[in-house]
């Protein structure tokens, strides 16, 4: 299996950009998760769906983001208007929604907002 | 505010000593456990999950939970320079929350 897979890896732009990210999970999954990471607030939970649907939203920072999962092997996190604040390693993760609730990171995106 | 807390460190073992990781967490009703370890510039991987109270053992890794006291530990035995890392913490009750690390520093 390719494991969890995000693009770009790398992201460079200027505030007032849109920024969209992209992650397909590992076939046969359920479950994907975006985390941003930051060296002072650390891994952060943003969204969560589940078979598609969105089930946690609470750790969207604000309305400038915004994550869509248009079908199972497939999903985007936008961010519109970009911020220097925003800079973070963005990372995308899946897992079979077992008890076990393993998850599977993508290797990120590592996004800088000038 | 659900919280999962662990010192940053770091956290400095010499080569074939035994690491010692702990965590702490504020939500009594979490129930699923899990060490994540993150080479630097990397993506967090699990090495160890644990749901009941005692410890597991998985190789050199023995992971130990006492819901009790709310406190989750790794242990990392015979420690080697490969185990240099920055271990994540995490705890889940209806989501999954992460703690920010201790990183580990294993000395040849």
């Known amino acids: 299996d390719a494991g969890v897979i995000q693009s770009p890896r790398h992201e460079v732009t200027e505030m007032g950009q849109e920024v969209t990210l992209r992650c397909k999970p590992i076939?046969?999954?359920?479950?994907l998760f975006w985390y941003r990471q930051t060296m002072m607030r650390g891994l952060e939970l943003l969204i969560y769906f589940n078979n598609n649907v969105p089930i946690d939203d609470s750790g969207m920072p604000e309305d400038r983001f915004s994550a869509k999962m248009p079908n199972a092997s497939f999903s985007t996190l936008k961010i519109q208007p970009s911020e220097p604040r925003d800079s973070a390693v963005y990372f995308c993760?899946?897992?079979?929604?077992?008890?076990?609730?393993?998850?599977?990171f993508g290797p990120g995106t590592r996004l800088l907002v000038l | 505010q659900k919280e999962v807390e662990q010192n940053s460190g770091p956290l400095s073992v010499p080569e074939g000593a035994i690491a010692s990781l702990n965590c702490t967490y504020s939500?009594?009703?979490?129930?699923?456990f899990f060490w994540y370890r993150q080479y630097s510039g990397k993506s967090p991987e699990l090495i160890m999950s644990i749901y009941s109270n005692g410890d597991k053992e998985d190789g050199r890794f023995t992971a130990q939970l006492n819901k009790a006291s709310q406190y989750v530990s790794l242990l990392i035995r015979d420690s080697q320079p490969s185990d240099s890392a920055t271990y994540l913490c995490a705890v889940r009750d209806d989501k999954i929350i992460f703690g920010k690390g201790t990183r580990l520093h294993i000395l040849p």
């Open positions: 939500d009594r009703g979490s129930q699923s």
């Open positions: 993760a899946s897992s079979s929604g077992t008890r076990e609730e393993t998850q599977y």
């Open positions: 076939s046969g999954h359920n479950s």
